[in-house]
Every structure is written in C-alpha cells, then in structure tokens.
C-alpha cells in the first residue's frame, strides 16, 4: 500500500500562483505513474494532470494547459503541480492519486491509491 499526503493548497488571489506537493510513503517500489484530479462543490472528480514514472511523458487537461506544470522526484518520492495564473474555476480539493503501472492514465478509475486532498480556493 503507498500512502499519499497532499500540501500547498491555501487561498490566493486570481492570477497568482501555487505548488502543490504529494509526498508518497510505504510500499512506493509499486508506486508507478502519479496523477492530479480536483473535485469542485456538487461536480464530479475531474483529471488535472498525469505523469510517468519516468517522467519523460505528461498530460494536461484543456482547462490547465499552459498554466499548471506536473513533475516529480522519484528520489524524494514527491510530485509536485505547479499552478500559475490561477483562475476563481480552479477552486477545487485537490486530489494526488498513484496507480501500479509506469503508464500515466486520465481515468480516476486506473488509480490505485489515493491522498486526502489539498483544499485551493481562488478569489477573484
């Protein structure tokens, strides 16, 4: 079992920037490609972005694209999301999620392990 503990999240003004970090802990040697989901008030758990084991292959969501940056260190075990010119619609628990396989996946069902989220409210 890998455990998942999200920080960073905190309010900020629209337009400013955030790192969210997820530090991974247990049996991390099964802990492949990580990924970020968000879920808003009364919406369904949405994909923000995903990444390799490797690190070598990223994706984004339309809605993130060009403004967040997924990346991680598998030496510290940690992901990280950085968030820059953030929008009042990026509010949001900020969910960290781990699957077994190297591959990154957008589907909050091909993720094994989950984190207890990191609340992120932007003001306009």
Known sequence: QVQLVESGGRLVQAGGSLRLSCAASGRTSSSGAMGWFRQAPGKEREFVA?????????????????????????????????????????????????????SLATSPQAYDNWGQGTQVTVSS
């Open 50 to 102: 995903g990444i390799s084991w490797s690190g070598g292959d990223t994706r984004y969501a339309d809605s993130v694209k060009g403004r967040f940056t997924i990346s991680r260190d598998n030496a510290k075990n940690t992901v990280y999301l950085q968030m820059n010119n953030l929008k009042p619609e990026d509010t949001a628990v900020y969910y960290c999620a781990a699957r077994r396989w190297a």
